[in-house]
């Protein structure tokens, strides 16, 4: 398989998931040219810099004003809400740029005492569960030690997390975040 198809083969898959997580049909011609336009984009824009060697880089983001025409981009031709919302989620997947340190928000608390990263309808909304899609924990950890860390941080019922573990964790969007690491530092 090359690298354009796995490219393609992930973002379908995790778009996919996204969909079934928010009982939504997806529209499978939309996808594919989602994921087709997103692999052109990275092609032309490319992934940001790997860190060098005792870098720690710095958690950031990319602005609306930024992000809202690499959406518009990576979406047109095609009209579903879900999907904008997966295709803005996965553009930034793609430049937000490498840090090294957790913000630790999968477990952060409000006034109220509740984690927004941890309730169930909040999280369907992310196709990176409990955790920013630009978390270093995704490379850093390995899926048992992931889910040992949310697990002792989990603020709510155990068992809400323990029958959902693939919303709040989902191990699709493990391997889309070590493939991009792996991409970046190949270029």
């Known amino acids: 398989m090359t690298r354009e198809q796995e490219f ?3 973002v379908i898959g995790i778009v996919t998931r996204y969909f079934d997580q928010n009982d939504r049909a997806m529209p499978v011609a939309q996808v594919a040219r989602v994921a087709r336009q997103l692999q052109a984009l990275v092609a032309e824009r490319r992934l940001p810099r790997p860190l060098g060697e ?3 880089g710095i958690a950031g983001g990319m602005s609306e004003s930024e992000c809202a025409p690499l959406v518009a981009r990576v979406t047109a031709g095609t009209g579903d809400p879900l999907l904008a ?3 803005r989620q996965l553009v930034k997947s793609c ?3 490498e840090f090294k ?11 109220d005492g509740v984690c927004r990263r941890q309730d169930l309808e909040r999280v369907r909304g ?3 569960g409990s955790f920013c899609i630009d978390c270093p924990h995704w490379v850093a950890l390995d899926a048992k030690a992931h889910r040992a860390l949310l697990g002792r941080e989990w603020r709510g019922e155990p068992r809400v997390l323990a029958e959902h573990r693939e919303i709040f964790l989902p191990e699709d969007f493990r391997r889309w975040r070590n493939w991009l ?3 970046a530092r190949r270029a």
């Open 8 to 10: 393609e083969q992930q």
């Open 54 to 56: 005792g870098e720690r």
């Open 85 to 87: 919302e997966a295709a």
């Open 95 to 97: 430049f937000y740029p």
């Open 101 to 111: 340190e957790c913000r630790d928000s999968f477990r952060a608390v409000g006034a």
């Open 126 to 128: 992310r196709m990176s």
């Open 181 to 183: 690491h792996a991409a």
